[in-house]
Each structure stands twice: as structure tokens, then as C-alpha cells.
Nanobody, 131 residues
Framework: QVQLVETGGGLVQTGGSLRLTCIAS?????????MGWFRQAPGKDREFLAR???????????FYADSVKGRFTISRDNLKMTVYLQMNSLKPEDTAIYSC????????????????????WGQGTQVIVSS
């Protein structure tokens, strides 16, 4: 089994910043694996935000949705099995539940961004951006 736990959500004003954290654990955890961040606003489909790949050694690559490119940054600490999403210049339309996900099958394929490309999901953390 693999568990993903997100933290760091909350209420922030327009223009503010938040950093989300996702910690992976469990007996089924193995390396390498890719991690992604998604969000889902009320009444909307789940939206891809960012993906970070890892070859199990030193090579990493990232891929972003156009909607967050330049504002959001994904990073990871492989020793801590943790992935981060730094979110800057937040807007009210960024309000959503943010979830992390793990892809163990294709950890170095940068452009796999559909929810079905990820096998494990966290429960999500709420982000609310006030105007």
C-alpha cells in the first residue's frame, strides 16, 4: 500500500502564497516514481497542474499546465519522499481542493498528465483564495 498525505492548504488573500506538501509512505512505496499535483474546484473536472519525474538517481524533469506556469513550482525531496507545490500570486480562481498523486509505472515520462496516468492519490487539501 501507498499513502499520500497533503498538508499546507488554507485561506489566503489574492496575491498571496502557499506551499503544499505531500508525503509518500507505505510498504508498497518503491523508487523511482513520478509525482503530480491536481486540483478540483466545485462543479469542475479535476485539473492537472504539475508533474515531476525522477529516474531514481539524480535526473528530474518537470511539466506544468499553462494555467499555472510561472506561478507554481513543483519540487521534491527524494530522501524524505516528499513533493512540494509552491504557489505564488494566487487568484480567487485558484480556489479548489488540491491533491497529489504518484505514478510508479512510468516515472520518467514527463507528459503523462491525465488523472488515469497516476495510480495513487492523496485525500486533498483545501485552498481558498479570497478577493
Amino acid at each position: 500500500q501507498v499513502q499520500l498525505v497533503e498538508t499546507g492548504g488554507g485561506l489566503v488573500q489574492t496575491g498571496g502564497s502557499l506551499r503544499l506538501t505531500c508525503i509518500a509512505s507505505g510498504r508498497g512505496l518503491r523508487t523511482p516514481f513520478a509525482m503530480g499535483w491536481f486540483r478540483q474546484a466545485p462543479g469542475k473536472d479535476r485539473e492537472f497542474l504539475a508533474r515531476i519525474n525522477w529516474d531514481g538517481e539524480s535526473a528530474e524533469s518537470t511539466f506544468y499546465a499553462d494555467s499555472v506556469k510561472g506561478r507554481f513550482t513543483i519540487s521534491r525531496d527524494n530522501l524524505k519522499m516528499t513533493v512540494y507545490l509552491q504557489m505564488n500570486s494566487l487568484k480567487p480562481e485558484d480556489t479548489a481542493i488540491y491533491s497529489c498523486a504518484a505514478d510508479f509505472l512510468r516515472p520518467v515520462m514527463a507528459t503523462l498528465i491525465a488523472p488515469s496516468d497516476f495510480q495513487h492519490w492523496g485525500q486533498g487539501t483545501q485552498v481558498i483564495v479570497s478577493s
